[in-house]
């Protein structure tokens, strides 16, 4: 059944233009200019979703949202503030209200319908940007997974983009974010740790360098000026012409240990992961979903070693019940014993680890540069093999670059496109 959909705006050529918009998008739509009329028709039939403009006379978007949220009966209404305006107090003002997203025009079709939709379904997308370790790889050997370092995305539905590493994949990411021609960036960047392939495309990433856009980065370190420097010292003359003060977006950057925090009802948890210098693993969960992000980690030999058990335990902890697990798969179990101690995992421990885990998905990530895509589907082929010998019930996925996933409560994700 198609979702109804209220929108008030004392602009008849927006309300008319925006109606068809949602019409042809599936959704069935009321339309009312003026304020009160509109809260009367919320309040005898309550739609699943209100597009409310600002800029109204009288009770304007932002006192409507608030009065809508006093209602016990409207709780799962979706709300979006139209605004034209693009200041951060009036989209934080929005938020705290109780708006599910806030919307600033002019905005195309397409991603007004995309933002609708995201947030109407509550999806939450996953996609990879960049699947291999250690180096780019380049030429035949990469043509089916892609040859980027890692950086792997969440688009929140309230807009927000939660971005995984910044490897090479991040230069496609920032292609792909300037060929939508998205609006104004709120992102939260979570750096794993600074080794090359986690940040080396960083200062490629051009959102950094347009006013408006709002980025808090966080990276291991104990304090603040630790992690801007694990982070954009390769910014200095010797390494790259630029320098980090060209960056014109509202920018933070935090230094992180282990612990939690939580920003607008995205909650992100750290451990420290087994691999040479602080490396961070990251759960980050959003509305009942989970996504982990393990990588770069070694899961030792346990027999015999307390430590290392002790080790899987608490990460299969850390990990529990999520619904992605993407973890640091690079060798098989035969190139393994050659790089003991190199801080990177191999087939068999990892389906230890999402199998203890129960783990909903388990995701086959940062492969090692010597591989060539035959080489990572033997790896896929191995781990859903180990998992089906053991009747887990873990999905074993080895995704490429350019895919996204959808992220849905407690079932596996489903491919929905390979973005081009
Ligand atoms: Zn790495
Ligand atoms: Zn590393």
């Known amino acids: 059944m198609a979702k109804r959909i209220i929108i008030i705006d004392d602009n008849a050529s927006t309300l008319e233009v925006t109606r068809q918009i949602l019409v042809q998008a599936g959704y069935e739509v009321s339309t009312f200019s003026a304020m009160q009329p509109g ?7 309550p739609p699943d979703g209100v597009l409310l403009d600002i800029a109204m006379p009288g ?55 995309r933002r609708v939709d995201e947030t109407m379904h509550g999806v939450v997308k996953l996609t990879y940007w960049g699947v291999r370790g250690t180096l780019p790889v380049t030429g035949h050997r990469s043509l089916r997974y892609g040859g980027n370092t890692p950086c792997v995305t969440l688009s929140i539905p309230d ?23 998205s609006q104004r960036l709120e992102a939260l960047l979570l750096v794993s740790h600074p080794h090359w392939d986690h940040v080396n495309a960083l200062p490629f990433f051009a959102p950094l360098y347009q006013a408006g856009n709002r980025i808090e980065m966080y990276a291991p370190g104990s304090t603040d000026v630790d992690a801007e420097s694990a982070l954009f010292s390769q910014m200095g003359d010797i390494h790259f012409p630029i320098s980090s003060r060209e960056f014109a977006a509202q920018l933070t950057i935090r230094g ?7 920003r607008r009802g995205l909650k992100v948890s750290t451990m420290a992961l087994s691999h040479p210098g602080l490396c961070l693993g990251y759960r980050v969960e959003f509305d009942g979903i989970s996504v982990c992000y393990v990588t770069d980690n070694e899961l030792f030999d346990r027999e015999g070693s307390r430590e290392s058990e002790e080790y899987m335990e608490r ?30 995992s191999r087939v068999s421990e990892v389906v230890e680890l999402a199998v203890r885990a129960e783990a909903h998905s388990v ?19 191995d781990a859903a093999k180990m998992i089906a010998d053991r009747g887990a ?6 995704p490429s670059e350019g895919q996204t996933f959808e992220v849905k409560r407690s079932e596996a994700p489903t491919v929905v496109k390979i973005a081009s």
């Open 393 to 398: 019930p873990v999905i074993c996925v080895t």
């Open 39 to 45: 809260l009367q028709a919320i309040a005898q039939n």
């Open 315 to 344: 990460l299969a902890a850390f990990a529990h019940g999520t619904d992605v697990l993407i973890t640091d798969t690079t060798y098989t179990d035969a190139e393994y014993p050659r790089f003991v101690g190199w801080g990177h």
């Open 59 to 113: 009770v304007d978007g932002l006192e409507a949202c608030r009065r809508l949220r006093l209602s016990p009966q409207l709780v799962s209404m979706k709300i979006f503030i139209l605004s034209g305006k693009r200041f951060d107090q009036e989209r934080d003002r929005a938020l705290r209200l109780g708006a599910n997203a806030y919307i600033t025009k002019p905005i195309t079709p397409a991603e007004l319908v």
């Open 159 to 181: 807009g927000r983009l939660v971005i995984f590493d910044a490897g090479s994949g991040i230069y496609e990411l920032s292609r792909s974010l300037a060929a939508a021609k």
């Open 256 to 262: 992180l240990s282990t612990g939690s925090f939580e």
């Open 363 to 381: 995701h086959l990530f940062h492969h090692d540069p010597s591989q060539s895509d035959d080489d990572i589907d033997r790896k896929h082929q």
